[in-house]
């Protein structure tokens, strides 16, 4: 399957500001990127689509221009989060879908203090 | 709208015995996933299911899918400690909007 670099792993900010994610596709060219949340002790959700070269598409409910996703290159995506609030806390993962089915980067923990 | 059903959602078991984990999904679906998470880590890839019948196997764990029940199970055999984690299924719809929808996973417990 690809392989996918998430980073950073960890980050701490402070509220009213906002942190970038980037997950790279090393081996594979993804059109198509996912961005997923997960509070902890529940599951994943999933947040919006990354297409490359056009507009993300969001779930219900994930406010796009809180969570801004540009996917300007086959093989990086990133997930920026706007002026950041405590309940923004969470685990950011993003997925891409290879020829033998989805491959996860390893994650982002975010916390906002 | 997909919904994806997992049951038991918290499991506690002895070493040696042996479970299933139930995953159950509300429409029509193309491939079914089975996945580990251990504690702040992200997902780790079991098993992909492509078609009814479908049984895969890996070590101490075994899925199998029926699509015409939208029923897929994880089957644990002889339980040891290294397999604590939380154990997700998620279910693909690929006809225009292909994305993966997750159940609500499953926190097993191996107790010695």
């Known amino acids: 399957g690809a392989v996918v670099s998430q980073h950073p792993s960890r980050v701490i900010c402070k509220s009213g500001t906002s942190v970038k994610i980037e997950c790279r596709s090393l081996?594979?060219?993804?059109?198509?990127m996912f961005w997923y949340r997960q509070f902890p002790k529940q599951s994943l959700m999933l947040m919006a689509t990354?297409?490359?070269?056009?507009?993300?598409?969001?779930e219900q409910g994930v406010e796009k221009d809180k969570f801004l996703i540009n996917h300007a290159s086959l093989t990086l995506s990133t997930l920026t989060v706007t002026s950041a609030h405590p309940e923004d806390s969470s685990f950011y993962i993003c997925?891409?879908?290879?020829?033998?089915?989805?491959?996860f980067g390893s994650g982002t923990r975010l916390t906002v203090v | 709208e997909l919904k994806v059903e997992q049951n038991p959602l918290f499991l506690s078991m002895q070493e040696g015995k042996n479970y299933t984990i139930y995953c159950n999904y509300s429409t029509t679906s193309d491939r079914l996933y089975w996945y580990r998470q251990d504690p702040g880590k992200s997902l780790e890839s079991l098993f992909v299911l492509l078609s009814n019948g479908a049984v895969k196997q890996e070590g101490r764990l075994m899925a199998s899918l029926d699509t015409k029940a939208r029923l897929s199970t994880l089957h644990i055999t002889a339980a040891v400690h290294d397999l604590s984690a939380t154990y997700f299924c998620?279910?693909?719809?690929?006809?225009?909007?292909?994305?993966?929808?997750f159940g609500t996973g499953t926190r097993l417990t191996i107790i010695p």
């Open positions: 998620a279910v693909d719809i690929r006809f225009g909007n292909e994305k993966l929808t």
């Open positions: 997925s891409v879908e290879g020829n033998y089915g989805y491959t």
């Open positions: 990354s297409n490359e070269g056009s507009k993300a598409t969001y």
């Open positions: 081996d594979f060219q993804a059109t198509t």
